[in-house]
Nanobody, 122 residues
Framework: QVQLVESGGGLVQAGGSLRLSCAAS????????MGWFRQAPGKEREFVGV????????YYADSVKGRFTISRDNAKSTVYLQMSSLKPEDTAVYYC???????????????WGQGTQVTVSS
């Protein structure tokens, strides 16, 4: 089992940037693929992006491609979500999740963080 703790959320104006962090413990971080998801009020949790174990492969949802970047530091057991050119529709609670494979479906992730709120004002 993996324990995940997100941080870095907050309030930002449209067009601004924010970097989220997700610190992992409880399992060798280098064995895990890490996904980011988000959930807006009244909506289902949706896939944002995922990074492989070594950090040299990523995959993003079309809605964030070109604006968001996932990276990881295996020495620090931390994965990051750099968000740029933020839009009001990016407002959501952002979650990181761990899996052994690069999945895009939330049902394939067993371990989740508690989430961090990102609010983008217009």
């Amino acid at each position: 089992q993996v324990q995940l703790v997100e941080s870095g959320g907050g309030l930002v104006q449209a067009g601004g940037s924010l970097r989220l962090s997700c610190a992992a413990s409880g399992r060798a971080f280098g064995t895990l693929c890490m996904g980011w998801f988000r959930q807006a009020p009244g909506k289902e949790r949706e896939f944002v992006g995922v990074i492989n174990r070594s950090g040299d492969s990523t995959y993003y949802a079309d809605s964030v491609k070109g604006r968001f970047t996932i990276s990881r530091d295996n020495a620090k057991s931390t994965v990051y979500l750099q968000m740029s050119s933020l839009k009001p529709e990016d407002t959501a609670v952002y979650y990181c999740a761990a899996s052994l494979v690069m999945h895009i479906s939330r049902s394939d992730y067993a371990d989740w963080g508690q989430g961090t709120q990102v609010t983008v004002s217009s």
